[in-house]
Each structure stands twice: as C-alpha cells, then as structure tokens.
C-alpha cells in the first residue's frame, strides 16, 4: 500500500524559506504526477504547485509562482516543495499527494488518489 510521509513544516518569520519533502513508501512503481496543496484555518484546501511523473514540467498557483519551486527524486521516490519569501498568508497544512492514474501535472485535486497526513507551515510577521 503506498503511503506519503511530509516533514520539513516549522514556524518561520516572514521572509524566510523552507523546504518541504514527500517521501512515498510502499508500491511506487505507478507514482505519476504528485503535487502540493495546502490548507489554511477556515479556508478550504488549495492547489500550490504539481510536478509531471518526468519532473520536467511543473505548474504553480499565482499565488507561490516565483516563490516556490516543486521537485522531485524519483530514485528516492521523493519530491520537494521550496518555498522562498515566506508570507504569513502562506501559514497553513500542507499536504502532498500522488496521482495513480495521470502523468502530467495537474492542478485538480481530484486526480489525485493518495494524500500525506500534512505538515505544518506557519509564518510569522
């Protein structure tokens, strides 16, 4: 059963950066696309950036694109979210999550089947 573990959340200042990663454990031979969202308190959840199963071809919401760069390591079956210029309106759960079905990158979170548990990101001002 695949399963996605997220770490690298913390409590940051404004300005500051930090690096997320999703390590996918158990059946990854279908891992195709993966992506981020998020999950601020009261709002719904997010799409933040996606990464196509080649990870040459990637897609950002407006809202992190420049500040944000989704990566992945397919021989460590991980990828990454760097964010740069945090902003306290980036305070929220972030969550990765894999697709089984699709290769591309895709902002639609109902593509996707397999969901990490979230990481916590809080940025002060």
């Known amino acids: 059963q695949l399963q996605l573990v997220e770490s690298g959340g913390g409590l940051v200042q404004a300005g500051d950066s930090l690096r997320l990663s999703c390590a996918a454990s158990g059946r990854t031979d279908s891992n195709y696309a993966m992506g981020w969202f998020r999950q601020a308190p009261g709002k719904e959840r997010e799409f933040v950036a996606a990464?196509?199963?080649?990870?040459?071809?990637?897609v950002y919401a407006d809202s992190v694109k420049g500040r944000c760069t989704i990566s992945r390591d397919n021989a460590k079956n991980t990828v990454y979210l760097q964010m740069d210029s945090l902003k306290p309106e980036d305070t929220a759960v972030y969550y990765c999550?894999?697709?089984?079905?699709?290769?591309?990158?895709?902002?639609?979170?109902?593509?996707?089947?397999?969901w990490g548990q979230g990481t916590q990101v809080t940025v002060s001002s």
């Open positions: 999550a894999v697709s089984l079905r699709r290769l591309g990158a895709t902002r639609a979170s109902n593509e996707y089947d397999v």
């Open positions: 990464i196509n199963r080649s990870g040459y071809s990637t």
